[in-house]
């Protein structure tokens, strides 16, 4: 539980005083501050959820419940496919469970398979808010993980050629 409050209130509330003061004025800065803050930004997302989560998980423990783990050095994935199973994992099984498994999943053609990508990434935006913003953000998570996964054996097979072969996340 205190490691979950100091990625809560040390590490999030800090990389937030940064990322707030850069997002709300954009247009005065350049280059490597707004980097920095779009950085600073992915780390205070997790530290903030990680943080919640693990106090959450610490106090269902000291009631006798045991909760899955939901973050999994998600930042360390080696593809996208494999972010999204390590990324706030009690979310994402529900979407699977929930919304992509009864659509179909995976064992539907290409183009019902495309549909329910995408189903799952925009609902999952509308459930972050309803705003745009969320919908875009749904959208492009959506493409990411439809293009690594129809490309993922031409990016082997390209990676065999160069002379890199096992790379994590690519199967042949």
Same mark, same amino acid.
């Given at each position: 539980m205190l490691w979950g409050f100091f990625l809560k209130v040390v590490v999030a509330d800090?990389?937030? $005083? @940064?990322?707030?003061? $850069? @997002?709300?004025?954009?247009?005065?800065?350049?280059r490597a501050p707004l980097l920095l803050a779009t950085y600073f930004f992915a780390f205070q997302i997790y530290a903030d959820i990680a943080g919640y989560s693990a106090i959450a998980i610490s106090s269902a423990k000291i009631m006798g419940f045991d909760l899955m783990e939901n973050f999994h050095y998600p930042y360390l994935a080696a593809s996208v496919s494999e972010f999204w199973k390590r990324w706030h994992i009690l979310l994402s099984t529900w979407f699977r469970d929930y919304v992509y498994k009864p659509l179909g999943g995976n064992r539907v053609s290409k183009?019902?398979?495309?549909?329910?990508?995408?189903?799952?990434?925009?609902?999952?935006?509308?459930?972050?808010?309803?705003?745009?913003t969320f919908l875009v953000w749904g959208a492009i998570h959506g493409l990411y993980l439809i293009i690594y996964m129809r490309t993922k054996k031409l990016q082997a097979k390209i990676l065999n050629i160069i002379g890199i072969e096992?790379?994590?996340?690519?199967?042949k």
């Amino acid at each position: 539980m205190l490691w979950g409050f100091f990625l809560k209130v040390v590490v999030a509330d800090r990389l937030a $005083v @940064y990322v707030d003061s $850069v @997002y709300s004025a954009p247009h005065q800065f350049y280059r490597a501050p707004l980097l920095l803050a779009t950085y600073f930004f992915a780390f205070q997302i997790y530290a903030d959820i990680a943080g919640y989560s693990a106090i959450a998980i610490s106090s269902a423990k000291i009631m006798g419940f045991d909760l899955m783990e939901n973050f999994h050095y998600p930042y360390l994935a080696a593809s996208v496919s494999e972010f999204w199973k390590r990324w706030h994992i009690l979310l994402s099984t529900w979407f699977r469970d929930y919304v992509y498994k009864p659509l179909g999943g995976n064992r539907v053609s290409k183009s019902r398979w495309i549909y329910n990508i995408m189903a799952v990434f925009l609902i999952s935006g509308m459930w972050h808010g309803v705003n745009w913003t969320f919908l875009v953000w749904g959208a492009i998570h959506g493409l990411y993980l439809i293009i690594y996964m129809r490309t993922k054996k031409l990016q082997a097979k390209i990676l065999n050629i160069i002379g890199i072969e096992n790379s994590p996340g690519l199967k042949k």
